[in-house]
């Protein structure tokens, strides 16, 4: 029983090349072409060591020009380009938890926005020491809001969060002077430190990438996770299905495309409207389908269910099924391709955000005060599209897993104390999970993230790497693309633990989860800096002792860079598939994937070649347990 | 610590090296030819049968599948290693048992140890594993803290039901507490040594192989069916050695938790393996480990309460009082009234009470319960009146025979020492049949009569309501009838069978007549039995309905795709395995035997019972071989498509006096034969009843009437 019920890349690939015959067809671009056009890379880009930082160059180093002409080394260059490259990534996230904390802070009985998880609301203003007894609910939500807004920019202090981390963690950043200040100021300080005649020292600079970083993950991405759920729900197990197939054909499709479920809430909540179930029937449709591609997407399948209809290198196919009546998106990882794209369909390209201005689309903005009624216009030109569809450009491949998600911190709790005994457990711990863990049930756990990257067949890193783990008894937790790359084969479905190792299968049988978990969007990657924390204290051993690695096998954007410097910097090893552009430089590789042990406890690991990066990771994991006697 | 995987490795090694051990004896003694068969089994060494299709017959295979066993054990830590570890460990125990019984066949005889069970206390436990009698198994390994300790557990467990198999000293901590242990009473000492343990691994996947249909080899179909299925866990006491956390291994590999209160080199497992180190919780931390519920009916007397009580038989010297319908009048009868004539929870005594009379004593009894409720019929009342038998066997220390005025009732003398009276006997009625028949009873009412005069009189009257009901049930013939039940009860353990029961059908476990099918259908009109209708007629001799077809595909979700209700060579109906007898064809006299689920010895067709029924069960269509109720026997509806009971050749003697009566009558009806029961060949006509020339002779002795029959193949 090899998988034989998870759907193979062959299909996949035959699906894809069935929508690029449609492409052809209509004349359109696509990325597969503009890889093409684009190879070969730029050798000093690729390595890191082409310096444009400032007019007297552009720089690039090689055995015959050692030094820019400014004097900077190789070292320096490859080390600036990397930290700025984590500031973009970090200011990113963090942007997009401030868009969420502003959401909050505007939230109330009266408009679209409300409190819809007061309970987490409350346990974070204890948390934050605010005030709750007696207030009311929006009150408190204000107060909340407010001081995490003044996390982006406060003088003194570090961030509020890392006190969720334990202690000993707290520690190391201290000792090793990488607790995260005000996210702003990390950034800012970034882009100090790269400027023209700062930094070029590279330890000083990967250093500041950790902090960078983990101003993000401790920081920005923490706050948009849990402002999100406080406005939209924690995210808890439910059904849903994922791939292409999701698409109907005799419906209004509308592909929500992004990051901030702001814009995509609104836009699920007003399709339940009647009265825009009635257009869209009046208008010949059986109803109104919404979908996801990207982190959008996992947003909103974590909190309703929503199909997943693929993650960032499907973003094109969407459109190519001739099914798509709009496109709406908000912010982050939207191919500006799209614009062109639609005009050889009737497809409706619709940007929202002032961060995302891209030409060929049309600009419906969307904020707190005008969401619902914005939503609705959305979805009315979308419905009014349907009769603009040519039949003849329609074909949505049939391929389509079930899936369930959402498991939040929260939610991974709630279903392991499912497996706890009254008689001698307590509820709302890590410690199943650590006692099957111990006993050698389940081998350890991957935390798997990250995009894709048109270097790597689309998801191909992703499926083939989780599949071995699975079948070693490693549990798999995800976010992003990564989490859509499992679900859109069928590695999401809680059948699918049939195809695991038998300790692994028994666990998901008996807590009946699937085998592969997901956790949420990318900034939900701050989730599992929460699940390591607490499988650390519940365990009693650091992070860096646990037998968890983090790995992004087909990682593409300054966010995953931005991440991988938390996710380390929180103690997990952290694989690569694709390397960051530090080629160029010994030193700098050296910090990364190896003196930076010596700081945090972990370090990046780079392959490309994926057998043998999985064999790493299988290999890394025995020997956190046999350090622990386990 | 030592890792939990070594542990399982390494105790693994050691039970096979034991095997290894026995095997070398035994081959040296009995040589490599001389034949292992374990006793009255179909499925011999079932746990090596099962896991790996090794079949075992004589000694030299035992070496073969040692190397099968070998195989298994792998030095790797996974989980998958560990659960071949974990069941090679049963294989290789069930290995050097099997020994034993290569040097006698019954190396228990005289001992207090139960050893291998047969495959008739298998299906014996069909029944009450399906109705939740039997909500679990616990097995017990080794010493408990203290005697008190062990005793109170195997009585809370036994108290709720819950069957309970004990290894090692724990026995002998029963037996110094003087607890009553045997297959009846549901405490059965296993065997001294941590290997006796495979006994039970065999128990268990002959409950697949039978019930669930699992066919041997299958190891995926096994693990599935035991974990779903089987309410098992496993209660270990410390100091746990190697080989029995190996065991260990393959319980949890099974899906039985096991519940240990050592700590030392002890890993815990959620749902798996769990740590609990007061003993005294034991009970709640398993029950909760193994999502096993118990459904609690509040009896207010001052007895234990369980099913497991159901076997246990008063003997004269423990009896304090009798009460037999032979020698002095009773009765035990339900009647259906208006809800204004009864007084919910009313218990009456009228006449003296157990206390006033000497021990020893034989009593009186009339026992008439009144109930009522919107949704009653007269037509429940048997039902609820047979149910009598178990509700007040369960009760510790009183025993139940019979029913209506034929009953016999004992109860000892410490359940009179613990207060109990003939107020509680009613309070045991009362509480069942609420609780039990809720949805229809809203108020009951229960008298108990023990004196003389009112039982004489209420006796005639009981008897002319008997004669009514049994006119009644004489007018009950399928054609009478415009619909059949289903009754899909056992799919708990035997998915794919449906029982198709008719008013001269009932079920074959015995237990469900067609108005027990129409009561449970009214009681609960989506559980297990459900209408079907018979207006599509296919063949009416063979019992072939459109309908039935319909349903037997529904209900089988289908595995099967139609049946017959009269004809064994036509698309018999199927068997889940739980049967009370099993008829298969004699080719040489174109006869059937049957063979009831308590005759261990040889029919006429050169197989045991246990054989007999390996060929059906599980949902299976054998033509030529059907499982069914005693009652069918008598029933004119039997084998009626090859002719009815005049094909009946051999039934053990034992039987024929069970059915004697109504078959005689049947007989005579049809074919105006009379005592044909007589002419039906038994073990003690015979001098090897396993000879069909032996059993030729006998018919043309007394002129069988299957010899004037025309031949069936």
């Given at each position: 029983m090899s998988w034989e019920g998870v759907i193979p890349s062959e299909e996949v690939i035959a699906a894809t090349e069935e929508l690029l015959k449609t492409a052809e067809k209509v004349g359109a671009d696509t990325w597969q072409q503009r890889v093409r056009n684009q190879t070969p890379h730029c050798g000093f880009g690729e390595s890191g060591t082409c310096c444009r930082i400032c007019s007297m160059g552009p720089c690039r180093i090689s055995k015959k020009a050692p030094r820019g002409i400014c004097g900077c080394d190789v070292h320096g260059i490859v080390a600036r380009n990397y930290l700025r490259f984590t500031a973009g990534g970090a200011a990113t996230h963090s942007d997009h938890g401030r868009s969420i904390a502003h959401t909050l802070y505007k939230a109330s009985p009266e408009s679209d926005y409300k409190v819809k998880d007061e309970e987490k609301l409350l346990r974070i203003a204890k948390e934050w020491e605010i005030e709750t007894e007696g207030r009311d609910i929006y009150d408190v939500a204000h107060d909340v809001a407010l001081a995490g807004l003044n996390e982006y920019g406060k003088p003194f202090g570090t961030q509020r969060f890392l006190k969720r981390a334990p202690l000993l963690r707290q520690q190391i950043w201290e000792s090793q002077d990488i607790s995260p200040r005000a996210i702003d100021r990390e950034v800012s300080q970034s882009m100090h430190m790269t400027h023209m005649g700062c930094s070029s020292d590279p330890e000083a600079l990967v250093r500041q990438a950790l902090r960078a970083g983990l101003s993000d993950g401790w920081g920005g991405s923490m706050m948009g996770t849990e402002f999100s759920d406080i406005l939209f729900g924690t995210p808890r197990p439910v059904d849903t299905e994922a791939n292409i197939g999701v698409m109907e054909e005799d419906m209004v499709n509308i592909i929500v495309h992004g990051h901030d479920p702001s814009l995509s809430e609104m836009i699920v909540f007003y399709a339940n409207d009647p009265e825009m179930i009635a257009l869209a029937k009046e208008q010949g449709a059986k109803g109104i389908n919404i979908a996801g591609v990207c982190c959008t997407s996992n947003e909103v399948a974590m909190r309703h269910g929503i199909p997943m209809?693929?993650?960032?290198?499907?973003?094109?196919?969407?459109?190519?099924?001739?099914?798509?009546?709009?496109?709406?998106?908000?912010?982050?990882?939207?191919?500006?391709?799209?614009?062109?794209?639609?005009?050889?369909?009737?497809?409706?390209?619709?940007?929202?955000?002032?961060?995302?201005?891209?030409?060929?689309?049309?600009?419906?903005?969307?904020?707190?005060?005008?969401?619902?009624?914005?939503?609705?216009?959305?979805?009315?030109?979308?419905?009014?599209?349907?009769?603009?569809?040519?039949?003849?450009?329609?074909?949505?491949?049939?391929?389509?897993?079930?899936?369930?998600?959402?498991?939040?911190?929260?939610?991974?709790?709630?279903?392991?104390?499912?497996?706890?005994?009254?008689?001698?457990?307590?509820?709302?711990?890590?410690?199943?999970?650590?006692?099957?863990?111990?006993?050698?049930?389940?081998?350890?756990?991957?935390?798997?993230?990250?995009?894709?990257?048109?270097?790597?067949?689309?998801?191909?890193?992703?499926?083939?790497?989780?599949?071995?783990?699975?079948?070693?008894?490693?549990?798999?937790?995800?976010?992003?693309?990564?989490?859509?790359?499992?679900?859109?084969?069928?590695?999401?479905?809680?059948?699918?633990?049939?195809?695991?190792?038998?300790?692994?299968?028994?666990?998901?049988?008996?807590?009946?989860?699937?085998?592969?978990?997901?956790?949420?969007?990318?900034?939900?990657?701050?989730?599992?800096?929460?699940?390591?924390?607490?499988?650390?204290?519940?365990?009693?051993?650091?992070?860096?002792?646990?037998?968890?690695?983090?790995?992004?096998?087909?990682?593409?954007?300054?966010?995953?860079?931005?991440?991988?410097?938390?996710?380390?910097?929180?103690?997990?090893?952290?694989?690569?598939?694709?390397?960051?552009?530090?080629?160029?430089?010994?030193?700098?590789?050296?910090?990364?994937?190896?003196?930076?042990?010596?700081?945090?406890?972990?370090?990046?690991?780079?392959?490309?070649?994926?057998?043998?990066?999985?064999?790493?990771?299988?290999?890394?994991?025995?020997?956190?347990?046999?350090?622990?006697?386990? | 610590m030592k890792k939990l995987f070594d542990r399982v490795l390494d105790g693994a090694s050691e039970m096979m090296i034991r095997a290894e051990r026995s095997i070398d004896e035994i081959e040296a003694k009995f040589g490599p030819d001389t034949p292992v068969q374990l006793p009255e089994t179909?499925?011999?060494?079932?746990?090596?049968?099962?896991?790996?299709?090794?079949?075992?017959?004589?000694?030299?295979?035992?070496?073969?599948?040692?190397?099968?066993?070998?195989?298994?054990?792998?030095?790797?830590?996974?989980?998958?290693?560990?659960?071949?570890?974990?069941?090679?460990?049963?294989?290789?125990?069930?290995?050097?048992?099997?020994?034993?019984?290569?040097?006698?066949?019954?190396?228990?005889?005289?001992?207090?140890?139960?050893?291998?069970?047969?495959?008739?206390?298998?299906?014996?436990?069909?029944?009450?594993?399906?109705?939740?009698?039997?909500?679990?198994?616990?097995?017990?390994?080794?010493?408990?803290?203290?005697?008190?300790?062990?005793?109170?557990?195997?009585?809370?467990?036994?108290?709720?039901?819950?069957?309970?198999?004990?290894?090692?000293?724990?026995?002998?901590?029963?037996?110094?507490?003087?607890?009553?242990?045997?297959?009846?009473?549901?405490?059965?000492?296993?065997?001294?040594?941590?290997?006796?343990?495979?006994?039970?691994?065999?128990?268990?996947?002959?409950a697949a192989m039978i019930f669930g249909a699992i066919e041997p080899g299958d190891w995926d179909g096994f693990q599935e069916y035991t974990f779903v299925r089987l309410r098992a866990f496993v209660n270990a006491f410390k100091p746990v050695r190697d080989m029995t956390v190996a065991c260990g291994g393959g319980a949890i590999a099974l899906g039985f938790p096991v519940i240990t209160n050592d700590t030392e080199n002890m890993w815990r497992v959620p749902k798996s393996l769990i740590i609990q180190e007061n003993v005294d919780d034991f009970i709640e931390t398993s029950l909760e480990a193994r999502d096993i519920k118990i459904k609690v009916t509040n009896i207010d007397i001052p007895l234990a309460y369980s099913s497991a009580f159901e076997g246990e038989i008063v003997r004269k010297k423990d009896m304090q009082v009798d009460f037999d319908t032979s020698k002095v009048d009773g009765f035990e009868l339900v009647r259906s009234r208006d809800l204004s004539e009864v007084e919910d929870h009313k218990i009456e005594v009228v006449g003296p009470d157990i206390d006033e009379v000497e021990v020893g004593s034989v009593m009186n009894l009339g026992v008439l319960v009144e109930v009522a409720g919107k949704g009653l019929q007269a037509d429940f009342e048997p039902v609820f009146e047979r149910k009598f038998h178990e509700f007040i066997n369960k009760a510790e220390g009183i025993m139940h025979t019979g029913q209506r005025d034929i009953i016999r009732v004992r109860i000892n003398k410490d359940a009179f020492e613990k207060g109990f009276r003939m107020k509680h006997y009613?309070?045991?009625?009362?509480?069942?049949?609420?609780?039990?028949?809720?949805?229809?009873?809203?108020?009951?009412?229960?008298?108990?009569?023990?004196?003389?005069?009112?039982?004489?009189?209420?006796?005639?009257?009981?008897?002319?309501?008997?004669?009514?009901?049994?006119?009644?049930?004489?007018?009950?013939?399928?054609?009478?009838?415009?619909?059949?039940?289903?009754?899909?009860?056992?799919?708990?353990?035997?998915?794919?069978?449906?029982?198709?029961?008719?008013?001269?059908?009932?079920?074959?476990?015995?237990?469900?007549?067609?108005?027990?099918?129409?009561?449970?259908?009214?009681?609960?009109?989506?559980?297990?039995?459900?209408?079907?209708?018979?207006?599509?007629?296919?063949?009416?001799?063979?019992?072939?309905?459109?309908?039935?077809?319909?349903?037997?595909?529904?209900?089988?979700?289908?595995?099967?795709?139609?049946?017959?209700?009269?004809?064994?060579?036509?698309?018999?109906?199927?068997?889940?395995?739980?049967?009370?007898?099993?008829?298969?064809?004699?080719?040489?006299?174109?006869?059937?035997?049957?063979?009831?689920?308590?005759?261990?010895?040889?029919?006429?067709?050169?197989?045991?019972?246990?054989?007999?029924?390996?060929?059906?069960?599980?949902?299976?269509?054998?033509?030529?071989?059907?499982?069914?109720?005693?009652?069918?026997?008598?029933?004119?509806?039997?084998?009626?498509?090859?002719?009815?009971?005049?094909?009946?050749?051999?039934?053990?003697?034992?039987?024929?006096?069970?059915?004697?009566?109504?078959?005689?009558?049947?007989?005579?009806?049809?074919?105006?034969?009379?005592?044909?029961?007589?002419?039906?060949?038994?073990?003690?006509?015979?001098?090897?009843?396993?000879?069909?020339?032996?059993?030729?002779?006998?018919?043309?002795?007394?002129?069988?009437?299957?010899?004037?029959?025309?031949?069936?193949?």
């Open positions: 209809a693929g993650n960032f290198l499907a973003q094109e196919n969407v459109v190519l099924t001739g099914a798509c009546e709009a496109i709406v998106v908000d912010v982050q990882c939207i191919f500006p391709a799209l614009g062109p794209l639609s005009k050889c369909f009737h497809t409706k390209f619709i940007t929202t955000s002032h961060i995302a201005k891209i030409p060929d689309s049309e600009f419906i903005e969307f904020d707190e005060a005008n969401a619902g009624e914005n939503a609705k216009k959305i979805l009315r030109l979308a419905i009014m599209n349907f009769k603009n569809r040519d039949p003849e450009l329609v074909n949505i491949p049939k391929q389509k897993s079930k899936a369930t998600v959402g498991y939040s911190v929260e939610a991974i709790k709630k279903c392991l104390d499912g497996v706890t005994n009254s008689h001698v457990d307590e509820l709302g711990t890590m410690k199943p999970l650590v006692d099957a863990v111990k006993s050698g049930v389940i081998r350890g756990a991957v935390a798997m993230v990250g995009c894709n990257n048109p270097k790597i067949r689309p998801d191909s890193f992703h499926v083939d790497l989780m599949k071995r783990l699975l079948e070693n008894d490693i549990l798999v937790v995800v976010s992003g693309c990564s989490a859509q790359a499992a679900a859109k084969v069928g590695l999401m479905d809680k059948e699918a633990a049939k195809y695991c190792g038998e300790g692994l299968k028994r666990v998901c049988r008996l807590v009946d989860i699937p085998p592969v978990l997901h956790m949420g969007s990318c900034v939900d990657i701050s989730r599992m800096m929460v699940l390591a924390s607490d499988i650390a204290k519940d365990w009693g051993i650091e992070i860096s002792e646990i037998p968890l690695v983090g790995c992004a096998p087909e990682w593409m954007s300054e966010k995953a860079v931005s991440i991988g410097n938390y996710v380390v910097a929180t103690g997990i090893d952290t694989f690569l598939g694709v390397d960051p552009y530090t080629k160029g430089s010994e030193q700098v590789r050296g910090f990364l994937q190896s003196g930076i042990k010596d700081w945090v406890g972990a370090n990046f690991i780079v392959n490309n070649d994926i057998d043998m990066l999985t064999t790493m990771m299988i290999e890394h994991i025995e020997e956190k347990r046999e350090a622990l006697g386990i | 179909a499925y011999n060494c079932a746990v090596n049968l099962a896991y790996k299709a090794t079949r075992i017959s004589k000694v030299s295979d035992l070496r073969d599948a040692l190397e099968v066993i070998q195989d298994m054990i792998k030095r790797r830590q996974s989980t998958d290693a560990i659960f071949n570890a974990g069941i090679a460990t049963a294989m290789s125990a069930e290995l050097i048992e099997v020994c034993k019984y290569i040097e006698t066949p019954t190396p228990y005889e005289g001992t207090k140890y139960h050893g291998h069970f047969s495959d008739a206390e298998v299906r014996e436990l069909g029944v009450p594993l399906v109705t939740g009698d039997i909500p679990g198994f616990v097995v017990l390994i080794d010493e408990a803290p203290t005697d008190e300790q062990a005793a109170e557990l195997i009585k809370g467990y036994q108290s709720r039901g819950i069957f309970v198999f004990l290894i090692g000293r724990i026995i002998d901590q029963a037996e110094r507490m003087g607890i009553n242990m045997g297959f009846p009473v549901r405490v059965v000492a296993v065997g001294q040594d941590i290997w006796t343990v495979s006994h039970i691994i065999s128990f268990c996947d002959r009613g309070e045991i009625l009362y509480a069942k049949v609420k609780s039990e028949y809720e949805k229809v009873v809203d108020k009951c009412q229960v008298t108990i009569y023990t004196d003389a005069e009112k039982c004489k009189e209420l006796r005639a009257a009981a008897n002319e309501i008997y004669d009514k009901r049994d006119e009644r049930l004489a007018n009950l013939t399928d054609e009478s009838v415009d619909k059949f039940y289903t009754c899909i009860l056992c799919q708990a353990f035997s998915p794919s069978h449906v029982c198709i029961v008719t008013p001269e059908r009932l079920g074959l476990c015995g237990a469900v007549s067609w108005l027990d099918a129409k009561a449970t259908n009214e009681l609960d009109p989506t559980g297990p039995c459900q209408i079907v209708t018979k207006e599509h007629p296919i063949n009416e001799n063979l019992g072939a309905y459109e309908d039935v077809n319909e349903a037997v595909r529904e209900y089988s979700h289908g595995a099967l795709e139609q049946v017959t209700l009269y004809s064994i060579l036509e698309d018999p109906m199927t068997s889940c395995g739980c049967f009370e007898c099993i008829c298969g064809i004699e080719p040489m006299t174109s006869g059937f035997a049957i063979v009831n689920r308590e005759h261990t010895g040889m029919t006429p067709l050169g197989m045991t019972f246990s054989e007999m029924a390996s060929m059906t069960g599980g949902g299976v269509q054998t033509p030529g071989y059907m499982g069914h109720g005693k009652h069918f026997i008598a029933s004119k509806k039997f084998l009626k498509a090859e002719g009815g009971s005049a094909r009946i050749v051999w039934m053990p003697k034992a039987l024929k006096e069970v059915v004697r009566t109504k078959l005689d009558k049947t007989a005579q009806e049809l074919y105006g034969i009379e005592n044909f029961t007589d002419m039906i060949a038994d073990e003690t006509v015979m001098n090897d009843p396993g000879d069909p020339g032996e059993l030729m002779e006998y018919l043309a002795g007394v002129g069988h009437p299957v010899l004037e029959m025309e031949p069936l193949l």
